[in-house]
């Protein structure tokens, strides 16, 4: 079945470094990528998403990069904060309501 | 935060209990969903709604029951759970282009969530 893998489970890194996550996912019919924040306690909320038609896509800090052919997508946070401490999680859609999401990420910006 | 809101925040029942959670949604959107999310689990889509009509089911235990009187409120009806359906239980809402627009193409679209209802069951 359709399902998105999601690298990795949890990633610590020091304040001002970079952190990476990366998703894969299985239906090439998939179209629409978001990437959610979930702070402890709190909802998911989108941070940033991009769309099969775009290679890339960037917002301050954050970006994310596509590459249909290999099926999989990267979110990149630059010059993290201790803010930035959360779990990410992917998602990939091809239809206007389902969302198959990835397992999530727990970051740790160490200060 | 006011664009989807969910009551109770946290609930605690017993395996005979009847309780229902509810959602509601200040965003003019026309698809709600409710999702389950237990620890180190993708979440996991449940129930979608779209224009008020169920269009997605995904072999739910009939322990649980949805309900959607408006495009603006959604209800998990909930009645002899188990301890496993514990967990965090979110809602969602987004604009569904495919249904009743003036496009023919299917259009996915951002779905927003609310906060959340953590369920404990004893």
């Known amino acids: 079945g359709e399902n998105v893998e999601q690298h990795p489970s949890t990633l610590s890194v020091q304040e001002g470094d970079s952190a990476v996550i990366k998703c894969t996912y299985s239906?090439?019919?998939?179209?629409?990528f978001p990437w959610y924040k979930q702070e402890l306690g709190k909802r998911p909320q989108l941070i940033i998403d991009i769309r099969s038609n775009v290679g890339e896509k960037k917002d301050q800090r954050i970006a994310v990069t596509l590459n249909k052919t290999a099926k999989h997508f990267s979110l990149h946070i630059t010059e993290t904060q201790p803010e930035d401490s959360a779990v990410y999680f992917c998602?990939?859609?091809?239809?206007?309501?389902?969302?198959?999401f990835g397992t999530g990420t727990r970051l740790k910006v160490l200060a | 935060e006011t664009g989807v809101t969910q009551t109770p925040r946290h609930l605690v029942m017993g395996m005979t209990n009847k309780k229902s959670l509810k959602c509601e949604q200040h965003l003019g959107h026309n698809a709600m969903y409710w999702y389950k999310q237990s620890a180190k689990k993708p979440l996991e889509l449940m129930f979608v709604?779209?224009?008020?009509?169920?269009?997605e089911n995904n072999s739910v235990p009939s322990r649980f029951s949805p309900e959607c009187p408006n495009s603006s409120h959604l209800f998990l009806h909930l009645h002899t759970l188990q301890p496993e359906d514990s967990a965090l239980y979110l809602c969602?809402?987004?604009?569904?282009?495919?249904?009743?627009?003036?496009?023919?193409?299917?259009?996915?679209?951002?779905?927003?969530f609310g906060p959340g209802t953590r369920l404990t069951v004893l």
């Open positions: 239906d090439s019919a998939s179209n629409y």
């Open positions: 709604y779209s224009l008020e009509e169920r269009v």
């Open positions: 998602a990939a859609s091809q239809r206007t309501y389902k969302y198959i």
């Open positions: 969602a809402s987004s604009q569904d282009f495919s249904r009743g627009t003036l496009t023919s193409a299917a259009h996915t679209d951002t779905q927003y």
